[in-house]
């Protein structure tokens, strides 16, 4: 299959000081390990189960997430930057699932 | 008798711009979260399978982008559907036929992800642009049949498409109103599917929904039915891919 996707949503003009709100998605089927599928097999427990954002190394902000999570998890934070510099925004899941996005943020 | 015929043009002419006037969009009569939702690009749901469309864009030797260049050079493509062109085509239908005749791909599957990916990037392209679907002697004829199709009850509940959607639109079956039935924000990502629709899909869910017999999926009662819905919501403003309940 191809690879995983996600859409990370920044304001097109952040300012020093001034808090801004960031919107990440990433495509995911959050699998609750609880349903059948047609033939009556246990669809194997399959969840992202951390989300993390850091600037620079730094956690920004970090979430646990369960089954009851909806697919393709959407998370929405605000945060608040006094100097430019780079967040790395990273879903770790079920069966060795991993996926890396980085934006760098420069500060107007 | 000068005085009737005058009067007679006068109330002709205020019914025409009255059925004019009464066209809404789906877009129009949804709750104003849900129309929030489908305005505001950063929370639309359907952005993951615009941005598997903009992967897919780019992909392959004989990638979309090496032939179309950037997508939004296809502004305006869209709402130039149902279109002949050796047979009845639609805009799914089309880009299949790009990817099996030009690219040397095997067809997709009906509603696959890639194919519905890359046909909300296409309508996405056209956003603010009113719906111009072709004339042509053989448009009109499937128009014409689409018509008869949308007036003639089927199932056992014995019910046409125009009498809910003409005949009582605005009114709710069970607790959801019922929309015009307009076919400007096609493909549609639908809260109660989870995931982007075409036309067709919409289709086939009213038509088992009447316990009718489903037509198969690019059969020509479904094209003819677009067909002749193009040209009922032809004029109205396309804000594609829509959000709906």
Known sequence: MRSTRAVIVLPAAIQAGEPFEVRATVAHAMETGYRNDDAGTRLPRDLVRRFECRLDGELMFAADLFPAVSANPYVAFWMRLSQPGELSFVWRGDAGFEHRELRRITLS | ?245
């Open chain 2, 1 to 245: 008798m000068k005085a009737v015929l005058l009067l007679g043009a006068l109330l002709v002419v205020t019914a025409l711009t009255a059925t004019a006037d009464e066209r809404r969009s789906g877009r129009d009569t949804m709750s104003p979260a849900l129309r929030a939702l489908q305005a505001d690009d950063g929370q639309h749901p359907a952005q993951l399978a615009l941005a598997l469309g903009q992967d897919l864009w780019r992909t392959g030797a004989k990638s979309c982008a090496s032939c179309h260049g950037d997508p939004e050079r296809l502004r305006g493509v869209a709402t130039h559907y149902p279109a002949w062109d050796r047979g009845l085509i639609n805009l799914p239908g089309r880009i299949q036929r790009c990817r099996v005749q030009h690219q040397g791909q095997p067809a997709w599957a009906p509603e696959a992800e890639g194919l519905l990916a890359l046909t909300a990037l296409v309508a996405q392209q056209s956003r603010g642009l009113p719906l111009q679907p072709p004339a042509g002697p053989e448009l009109d004829v499937a128009a014409r049949r689409g018509q008869r199709l949308f007036n003639t009850r089927l199932g056992a509940l014995n019910l046409s498409c125009a009498q809910c959607h003409d005949e009582r639109a605005g009114l709710r079956l069970g607790g959801s109103l019922i929309p015009q039935g307009h076919v400007d924000d096609y493909p549609i990502f639908r809260l109660e599917w989870q995931s982007l629709g075409s036309l067709q899909r919409r289709l086939r869910g009213c038509l088992s929904g009447v316990r009718a017999t489903v037509w198969d999926w690019n059969s020509a009662e479904l094209l003819a039915l677009e067909t002749y819905l193009a040209r009922r919501s032809a004029g109205m403003s396309t804000q594609a891919p829509g959000v709906r309940p």
